[in-house]
């Protein structure tokens, strides 16, 4: 895979949990990636990881800021109560702590899959406020994805095997102006099942999926631009030209969700 501005490589691949009891995020971490010069090298770095964990479950990757990401992961835990019936463990030893993230997991999951709090896709327009400079930056990222790279990106491995479980893992949309966690789920639920994408990382901004097709299935980029379109508006934007023509050869989208998604790109 191949994408502008690749540079000389330092790449370090640590396993997790490391020799001396680093865990990562949680007990679902599996390798820290650090030193990336471009995103296709995190990415193929990132694939290698998931190949050696296929028999344990399905992996993620953090993307940009992964401390302003795990930041707002915590509050929108908090926010939508997540854990609320969960009491963290007080003798905190490493068996009571995985239980308890084991437990915070399946909690989160069975949360966003309510269908008393689900998000229907007809609900999302407008529901984020954007700009043409939104627009640009959104073209931008998927042009140039190096644009997302962070001084480290963990791994994740977890045992379901649904596109929505790095959101259970990772709940993300603290601010009200930013898609919240049910917005989200709704977003990743019809780019994944529409357009034949899977979700493979979120960043403090940032969704990344990557599409799989095979050979009898073609790719209507069109139709995606125009979901593209109900959600970020902004229709007459020329912007949307570009994007379709970057998607049309990448298998890579990355799409914002928060606010000031646009920041990555200045």
Not at 5 to 21: F, I, K, M, N, W
Request: net charge negative; charged share 25%; aromatic share 8%.
């Amino acid at each position: 895979m191949e994408f502008e501005g690749r540079e000389q490589s330092r790449l370090e691949l640590v396993a997790l949990p490391t020799v001396d009891g680093r865990r990562g995020l949680d007990r679902f971490s599996v390798a820290l990636i650090k030193g990336a010069s471009s995103f296709a090298e995190l990415f193929d770095a990132f694939q290698q990881v998931g190949a050696g964990q296929v028999a344990n479950g399905r992996s993620f990757v953090t993307l940009d800021d992964l401390n302003q990401c795990l930041y707002t992961s915590g509050h929108a835990a908090n926010e939508h109560g997540f854990g609320d019936d969960l009491d963290y463990p007080d003798d905190d030893n490493a068996e009571a702590v995985d239980t308890y993230e084991a437990a915070l997991f399946e909690a989160t999951g069975r949360a966003l899959r309510d269908l008393g709090r689900m998000v229907a896709w007809e609900q999302l327009r407008g529901e984020l406020t954007t700009s043409e400079t939104d627009i640009d930056a959104l073209s931008d990222l998927n042009r140039q994805p190096d644009l997302l790279l962070d001084d480290a990106h963990v791994v994740q491995c977890l045992p379901g095997r649904h596109d929505d479980d790095l959101l259970a893992n990772i709940p993300n949309g603290y601010f009200s102006v930013d898609w919240n966690p049910f917005q989200l789920r709704a977003v990743v639920k019809r780019i994944c099942e529409r357009h034949n994408y899977v979700l493979f990382g979120i960043g403090a901004s940032t969704l990344g999926f990557v599409r799989q097709l095979d050979s009898t299935t073609d790719q209507d980029v069109p139709a995606l631009v125009e979901d593209l379109k109900h959600l970020y508006g902004q229709q007459e934007s020329s912007a949307w030209q570009r994007l379709e023509a970057t998607l049309a050869t990448s298998p890579i989208l990355i799409l914002g969700y928060t606010e000031d998604f646009a920041h990555l790109v200045e």
